[in-house]
């Protein structure tokens, strides 16, 4: 049977059409013909940004001798990750379990049920570093196939039973935590950061936007101690080296642990997160750098990452012109030819980034700042306005000069929940921020999600050039939610609140489990040798964390206690392990601090025709108000409208506000100082 993948529309799988390999995607014809020829399938999990599936790829995949092996022996299937997290989460579990450790390329081989019986990561063409040759592996499961199927298909199915016991929990009544047990979980975090670089652990660093995010909320929830290691973290990352000086936006984790060399790939999912949390931590701090870097990488998105419809793409490759990190990298010639007719710049460039003929990476440099702006700028004896000023001319000028090197690759799929953090910081940065440009983003991003990926009670996963692949996954339905509610907040449209409400009852209706819980797939999912039902954050937030959140905000602006004891039984279930290991479950412990805050909401009618006071806005969004839950309409609302707007009358026929905290409701607001004085009362 040739290579399949030439139909397909995920670039990851693109890649590998041109293989000797005759690689099938996952379905059900290829399933079944794993049946009925009684061979094993070689499962390949990747995705288009991986350096180390681009290496195996040229090893093994269009290696003849090797290809002939798998077209033989085995039905090879190709799976692309970021389409696919379901697949990913049961055979990496698998992998773990059976090497102690996982990653991509992850090569696992399944009976013709799917069931995992040996797997790695990356195999190498020739035996290296401990590691067998792909061939070695190869053949001896071939030979162990012919000799012992029975005892392999027997090991198969117990390491399944063993995994999916191991991604079921039980439903869990009893009191959500409170501010003292979230302060317990944020010393945890505390004790054990890296407190010369910031972050945690050595080597690889990953950013972990989640667990900074849930530091900031503990500052605002007065731990003395939070605020320091979330700061300490985020200005070293945007030193550079991690951060890309030059272009904006964050690379996927640093290879050392002063977050100079990174792993040179870029992530939607880490761009969109990390924007929010410089967000956060500016509106916190009032520290203008972080609000720069917020904007930096907002603005990278918008320039190589948008996809002209609206959406995002979802990577960006770590090589170009066969070499890892080739783009980003400096000699002192690049720099002199980019800026030679500004020396002053130039002198500036080479100066604050310490550019040296022997560099800091394989005799290039990686642009990374000596010091903090301030210290520059004290240092040059320059004011940080003008400072800032010249690092941006002379950062466009190397923007311009890089423009012309070999482009990393782009993943132009557009993903569903990746797009929605995406849509979620660009809706908050338009109303902290007061960027009507983000906001138009915003909206765009919202109309091209709601129009391309919801169809007919049923949204989709993927998007590719017209073309949708693949049911949406929980995370998918409530990252979406929760951005529409966020998005909602910044525009008070009525389209965005109907949206939400829609698409929470088709997650109740496709994805929810007898206990209250939400599985990975849709119910009429076949292809998995299992539904997942996933706890813990990764990169991206748990899709039932994400349902958590999603629930306990419509439920807020609802009035709804069906959908209040969905968010509270999902956040009990979890809250033990999220208190014990803080870490791994630092997006469940934001929900639990937005439940334990006594909500905030805020109903502003309008009569018709008439536009909300510039001062509104001005006033309600000065600060961080992670709690607060904002709906608008003219009056009277229409319906669907948050229950938070209705029966609640105008006075003297001008703009009118109501303010609640909990369950106590404050008279109605009509002037500046009015709500200037309540807010400070909350």
């Known amino acids: 049977m040739p290579n399949q993948l030439i139909n397909e529309t995920s670039p990851y799988l693109l890649q590998h059409a041109e293989n000797p390999v005759n690689w099938l995607p996952w379905n059900d014809a290829a399933l079944e013909t794993a049946k009925t020829q009684n061979k094993p399938i070689f499962l390949s999990i990747g995705y288009a940004a991986c350096h180390w599936c681009h290496v195996m790829a040229h090893e093994s995949f269009e290696d003849p001798k090797i290809a002939e092996l798998l077209n033989t022996h085995f039905i090879p299937i190709k799976v692309d990750r970021e389409e696919r997290p379901d697949l990913d989460s049961i055979y990496m579990s698998a992998v773990v379990a059976m090497t102690g450790q996982g990653g991509w390329p992850m090569s696992v081989f399944l009976t013709p049920d799917g069931e995992p019986f040996y797997g790695g990561t990356y195999f190498p063409p020739a035996p290296r570093h401990g590691l067998p040759s792909f061939r070695e592996v190869l053949r001896s499961i071939t030979e162990a196939w012919k000799s012992n199927q029975s005892q392999l298909e027997n090991s198969a199915k117990t390491l399944k039973d063993h995994i999916q016991q191991n991604q079921t929990w039980t439903a869990s009544a009893g009191p959500l935590a409170e501010n003292a047990k979230l302060h317990e979980a944020a010393d945890i975090i505390i004790n054990s950061v890296d407190r010369q ?97 917020c904007e930096e990488t907002l603005d990278f998105l918008i320039r190589e990452m948008r996809h002209p419809g609206g959406g995002f793409f979802s990577s960006l490759d770590a090589d170009s012109d066969g070499q890892e990190g080739k783009f980003y990298l400096w000699l002192p010639a690049e720099i002199h030819a980019a800026l030679s007719q500004h020396p002053r710049l130039e002198d500036l460039i080479l100066d604050i980034y310490t550019i040296t003929p022997s560099g800091n990476f394989e005799g290039q440099t990686i642009l990374r700042r000596s010091a903090e702006l301030n210290e520059l700028a004290q240092r040059r004896q320059t004011p940080l306005p003008v400072l800032l000023s010249q690092l941006d001319a002379a950062h466009t000028m190397l923007r311009e000069f890089r423009s012309r090197r070999v482009h990393p690759g782009t993943d132009d799929k557009i993903l569903t929940a990746w797009n929605a953090l995406t849509l979620r910081a660009f809706a908050e940065a338009a109303r902290y921020l007061h960027r009507q440009d983000y906001l138009d983003i915003a909206e765009q991003n919202a109309e091209f999600l709601l129009a391309e990926l919801h169809s007919a009670g049923r949204l989709k996963r993927s998007w590719r050039e017209g073309q949708t692949r693949q049911d949406a996954f929980l995370e998918d339905y409530a990252a979406l939610i929760v951005a529409l509610l966020s998005l909602y907040q910044s525009s008070p449209r009525q389209k965005w609140y109907q949206a939400a409400l829609e698409l929470a009852q088709e997650m109740i209706d496709g994805y929810q489990s007898p206990d209250g819980s939400f599985y990975t797939t849709r119910h009429d999912q076949q292809d998995v040798i299992f539904r997942p039902l996933e706890i813990q954050d990764n990169v991206t937030p748990s899709g039932n964390a994400l349902a ?132 400070r009362k909350i």
């Open 197 to 293: 670089n910031g972050g945690w652990g050595s080597a690889p660093k990953f950013p972990a936007p989640m667990t900074l995010d849930f530091l900031l909320l503990q500052h605002l929830n007065g731990h003395p101690h939070a605020l320091s290691p979330a700061t300490l973290t985020l200005n070293q990352m945007q030193k550079g080296g991690i951060y890309d000086l030059v272009g904006g936006g964050f690379h996927r984790y640093a290879t050392d642990s002063a977050w100079l060399i990174p792993h040179f790939e870029k992530m939607l999912y880490d761009n969109a997160q990390l924007a929010a949390a410089y967000l956060h931590a500016h509106l916190i701090t009032g520290d203008l750098s972080f609000r720069r870097t």
């Open 548 to 679: 958590a959140q999603a629930f306990a905000m419509l439920a807020s602006y609802a009035n709804r206690t069906d959908w209040q004891r969905i968010a509270e039984n999902l956040l009990a279930s979890a809250q033990a392990y999220s208190l014990q290991y803080p870490a791994s479950f630092s997006y469940w412990l934001q929900v639990l601090d937005f439940t334990a805050r006594t909500g905030d909401q805020l109903a502003l009618l309008l009569p018709e025709n008439v536009d909300p006071p510039a001062w509104i806005p001005e006033i309600l969004w000065a600060k961080y108000r992670p709690a607060l839950l904002f709906a608008q309409s003219t009056f009277p609302p229409t319906q669907p409208s948050p229950a938070l707007l209705q029966f609640r009358p105008l006075e003297h026929d001008l703009p009118t506000l109501y303010l609640c905290h909990g369950t106590t409701c404050l008279p109605a607001i009509t002037t500046q100082d009015a709500l200037q004085e309540h807010l």
